[in-house]
């Protein structure tokens, strides 16, 4: 299970661990108290994970194969902020996402839409100075999820955030704004406070599009605080 070094307020904000919509939650989450373990120096402090080894070229996601994949160009960039809007600097920030038809590369992921040969959905980068982070990538395109009848995912990328130890990962969904799909969906739903679901929603921004290239999203991640990102894991029962 992971732990988390920054401390998050504004509980309301988080979903809690059982979302029975959601139907996976009924089985995996918690029916008795949670055990909290002490953290010891080492586990607070380190290792430091992967952070040096990030390259450049991982944050593209478009330039991994040899030709480009198929879809809308998109650039996602925004700024990881602690709760007084200071920023947080040298946190690793990973993506994951499916391709433009909706589909992972992944072995449990076969629904009928296709894979896109110069497409594999992740990358990694490490926040500038100013708690920066930038992306280039393919918008991702919805998929069924099975979790009740009719079920679809509305286009997200997923998020990860690393501190400088194991254990202050955090992870958290960007959505697209205008998304005919939020109403039916239980895991963005499972987020009790709607001003809380709509910071996951990035917003479109002429200055980051590229003329004739591609659209830009500006998608800012709040560690904790009033105004905190929801994260995916569980932060109360």
């Known amino acids: 299970m992971t732990r988390l070094i920054y401390p998050l307020d504004g509980l309301k904000a988080h979903p809690p661990s059982l979302s029975p919509a959601y139907t996976s939650t009924v089985r995996r989450a918690p029916s008795k108290p949670l055990i909290l373990l002490p953290h ?4 607070v402090t380190g290792p430091v994970y992967g952070h040096d080894s990030v ?3 991982e944050a593209d996601l478009t330039r991994q194969h040899a030709g480009e994949p198929l879809g809308e160009r998109i650039i996602v ?4 902020l602690d709760e007084d809007g ?3 600097p040298d946190s690793l920030v990973e993506v994951w996402q499916a391709n433009a038809a909706g589909r992972y590369i992944h072995v449990k ?3 009928p839409a296709p894979l896109d040969a110069n497409f594999t959905g992740a990358g990694r980068c490490l926040t500038d100075t100013d708690g920066r ?6 918008k991702p395109g919805a998929y069924p999820w099975r979790n009740h009848h009719n079920a679809w995912r509305p286009a997200h990328i997923h998020l990860s955030l690393f501190g400088h130890s194991f254990l202050s990962r955090l992870v958290t969904q960007m ?4 998304d005919p799909l939020f109403p039916f969906d239980p895991i963005f739903n499972s987020i009790p406070d709607e001003a809380a679901r709509n910071r996951l929603i990035a917003r479109f921004d002429l200055s980051v599009t590229e003329p004739e290239w591609a659209l830009g999203y500006q998608f800012d991640i709040v560690l904790r605080g009033r105004q905190a990102t929801p994260m995916e894991e569980p932060h109360h029962d």
Do not use: C, K
């Open 77 to 80: 960039t925004g700024r990881v």
């Open 40 to 43: 010891s120096l080492t586990e």
């Open 55 to 57: 390259v450049a070229g």
């Open 109 to 111: 992921d076969q629904h």
């Open 133 to 138: 982070y930038r992306f280039v990538t393919v």
């Open 86 to 88: 200071r920023p947080v």
């Open 175 to 178: 959505y697209f704004p205008g």
